[in-house]
């Protein structure tokens, strides 16, 4: 009986905290603001004041150099925070956040969290999900810096599309062009029209209804 019951308690799944539940019970967010495509969330440069979390859509983190040249550093979706850099003493943003598609943001002033975080069940959540992206971008890093611009695109891709989800085979994603994935990966638009063209006639990926992306594509990733 009890090994059963501990057998029960073992394939138990345990439920991903609830952040915008929490955020909006105990006051912390009190309306989303709707951003379309192309909006800029906050600019480099401005006041770091507060944070964002993302309830739906897409958003990208760009910086720009002196020289004007741009340089997507990440694209975050629902579940996602971004400008959490205020609560460890950030004064300006270091770079941008734009929607991608129409996304819903909560707003989070930086006080509020931070009050939070001290008297809350907030704390230990909130510290899994900035391991989590910090693994995810130390990842980044060394896909930039050890594997070929097509591994690093095909890798792009299978993230964008989140592939690896549970019962998942392929995904969609929606609205985004060939520049913007040079800009993420460091590479000419030429060059991703090159692999993307290679991609599609391997069956990796099509253009049914969006950019689909299937979970083939992965043999990129894994082919030394």
């Known amino acids: 009986m009890g090994e059963r019951a501990q057998a029960n308690g073992k394939s138990k799944k345990e439920k991903p905290f609830e952040f915008q539940r929490f955020l909006s019970t105990n006051g912390l967010a009190k ?64 770079g941008s956040a734009t929607a991608l598609l129409p996304s819903s943001l909560l707003r989070i002033e930086k006080r509020a969290m931070q009050r939070a975080l001290q008297k809350s069940v907030l704390p230990s959540h909130f510290i899994l999900y900035l391991l989590s992206r910090n693994a995810r971008i130390e990842e980044d890093l060394v896909d930039q810096l050890f594997n070929s ?29 060939q520049e913007t994935l040079a800009k993420m990966i460091g590479i000419t638009r030429e060059r991703v029209n090159f692999f993307m063209n290679k991609f599609k006639k391997l069956g990796f990926i099509d253009y049914n209804g969006g950019l689909r992306v299937k979970k083939s594509l992965l043999n990129v990733v894994l082919h030394d």
Request: glycine share 10%; hydrophobic share 40%; net charge positive.
């Open 31 to 94: 309306s989303a603001t709707n951003f379309e495509p192309n909006h800029k969330i906050f600019s480099q440069g401005e006041a770091c004041e507060a944070l964002f979390y993302i309830q739906k859509g897409s958003v990208k983190l760009s910086v720009v150099s002196r020289q004007g040249k741009e340089a997507i550093v990440a694209i975050l979706g629902a579940g996602d925070f971004i400008g959490q850099a205020c609560l460890a003493g950030q004064k300006v943003h270091l």
């Open 149 to 177: 611009s097509e591994k690093r695109l095909a890798r792009t891709l299978l993230l964008l599309a989140h592939n690896g989800n549970e019962g998942k085979i392929d995904s969609v994603i929606p609205r985004i062009n």
